[in-house]
């Protein structure tokens, strides 16, 4: 948001005095004529006012990153402006806002009609772009550096016991680099949507830095329990690459050491919820709660393996089959696990408060993997991290399914003779009917009408919830390219 922007002339610029400066040499000389001189008066010089144009411009600017729209356009920013003013007047101190202030110097060259020997004091003066200003180099850290900065004493945390024990000090050195390879790489949206979700649920005046930390520590538990699930997946899936890395399983003296390592960094998260929660009068609750997601995760994965055998049969797919995998896979952990983890630290446990959030978000976790799977096929490997691997691993996809649903007899005996396998030629032939089919497109009209069907359901189900939590993480999701 554009608060203000103020720009200072050059010393020897327009001089915006010449009508005064003209009347007083005037009545000077008028009394001068007269002789009524009573007191001696300053003498009227030459102005240094050569006209110079070069201009400092200093813009005051305050940012709502919450509110970020995913994409320019108009309806985008409308939409995302509408909830903002609607938050600023209900609650404007649980707002997120950046104040920054961006500087623009002129060049050397800008300057006219005077020297600039001895008055540079700029080793290389900027081609009037902008500077980094003093207060955006002594901005407050983002929410996303505390974040990483927790990573490490939890790091401390977990191999304290092998530092104690010499027995295990090993072993406990090798789970450390586990943890490293594997932890802190993602893009982190489900560990900083506990913060974010808190922050939304709990007023500012509430928010001690002790429930904001914690608040941290419990996101990690949540990116400790991603990168179980994507270890263990990826030698499922025989995957080659994750967040543009050879997958673990990959590494060079790993191989199947990489299982036992899936179970180390499972019970890495219940340490950390035993050292730093068990005090708490919700650490059941958090407990039960990773619990219960995990087998959700398990279900899911299940689903997935079963209807992606060795045997292609597109006739076992199905979009119920996918919705279900979609459901029980992805939406529980990724998106109603960090939003209810924060519920139950700003004491919201009542069952009608849960049940209303998890619609909402099983609703946008179902928009979420379809967009992966769009991804999948369509994304750029050097931005999404990863080498889509769908088609040859016979994956109950949306692509698939809605190809399945349009494809001609032609194109239905293509798909079933080539997808499936590990072969380029026949990657290249599935993605030909992609193209016949039109997905792309289908892709871009579902992307749009499922996302108002979410705002819809965020509208109805959102009820003593703040709503613009939910909002604020299905734009953070909308139109995203990774």
């Not at 050059?10 to 915006?16: A, N």
């Not at 000090?169 to 490293?180: H, N």
């Not at 949540?222 to 499922?236: G, N, P, R, S």
Request: overall charge positive; glycine content about 4%.
């Amino acid at each position: 948001m554009f608060v203000a922007t103020k720009q200072l002339a050059c010393h020897h610029g327009k001089d915006r005095g010449i009508a005064t400066k003209k009347k007083y040499a005037e009545n000077r000389r008028l009394e001068m004529q007269s002789g009524h001189t009573q007191k001696k008066k300053r003498e009227v010089k030459d102005t240094k006012k050569v006209g110079c144009p070069a201009e400092i411009c200093i813009t005051h600017i305050v940012k709502f990153p919450e509110y970020k729209v995913t994409a320019n356009t108009k309806p985008i920013r409308r939409r995302a402006s509408i909830e903002l003013r609607k938050q600023l007047e209900k609650s404007p101190k649980n707002v997120t806002h950046e104040v920054w202030y961006y500087l623009r110097l002129p060049h050397i060259s800008c300057h006219q009609g005077h020297s600039m020997e001895g008055k540079c004091k700029f080793s290389k003066m900027s081609d009037c772009n902008d500077v980094e200003s003093p207060a955006k180099r002594r901005r407050p850290p983002s929410e996303l550096e505390l974040f990483d900065d927790v990573f490490t004493q939890l790091l401390e945390d977990l191999g304290e016991e092998g530092r104690k024990n010499s027995e295990i000090s090993d072993v406990v050195a090798r789970f450390k680099k586990v943890c490293e390879y594997n932890v802190p790489h993602g893009k982190k949206n489900r560990g900083l949507s506990i913060v974010t979700s808190y922050r939304y649920l709990v007023p500012e005046f509430e928010q001690s830095q002790e429930n904001l930390h914690k608040a941290r520590i419990l996101g990690w538990c949540v990116e400790w329990l991603q990168a179980f699930f994507l270890v263990a997946d990826d030698i499922m899936d025989q995957s080659h690459t994750r967040r543009g890395q050879p997958c673990w399983y990959r590494k060079k003296d790993v191989g199947n050491m990489a299982i036992n390592d899936a179970f180390y960094l499972e019970t890495c998260i219940y340490k950390l919820l035993r050292l730093y929660f068990r005090d708490d009068t919700y650490y059941i609750h958090l407990l039960e709660l990773f619990h219960e997601t995990t087998m959700q995760t398990v279900i899911g994965q299940g689903l997935d393996l079963m209807t992606s055998p060795d045997e292609v049969d597109l006739g076992q797919f199905s979009m119920e089959k996918y919705n279900a995998i979609v459901k029980w896979k992805t939406a529980f952990y990724s998106f109603y696990l960090p939003v209810a983890s924060a519920m139950y630290m700003a004491g919201v446990s009542d069952p009608e408060s849960h049940s209303n959030a998890k619609v909402i978000l099983l609703k946008m976790g179902h928009f979420f993997q379809v967009q992966d799977d769009y991804l999948d096929c369509y994304g750029d490997p050097a931005v999404t991290g990863k080498v889509g691997t769908d088609i040859e691993e016979n994956k109950c996809g949306w692509l698939i399914n809605q190809s399945i649903q349009r494809a001609s007899k032609e194109q239905r005996k293509c798909l079933q003779e080539n997808y499936g396998c590990n072969d380029s030629k026949k990657v290249a032939a599935v993605k030909e009917i992609y193209k016949e089919l039109n997905l792309e497109d289908v892709y871009k009209q579902y992307e749009e009408s499922s996302y108002q069907e979410l705002m819809t359901e965020i509208e109805k189900y959102s009820k003593n919830l703040p709503k613009a939590m939910f909002i604020a993480f299905a734009n953070k999701i909308y139109k995203r390219n990774k």
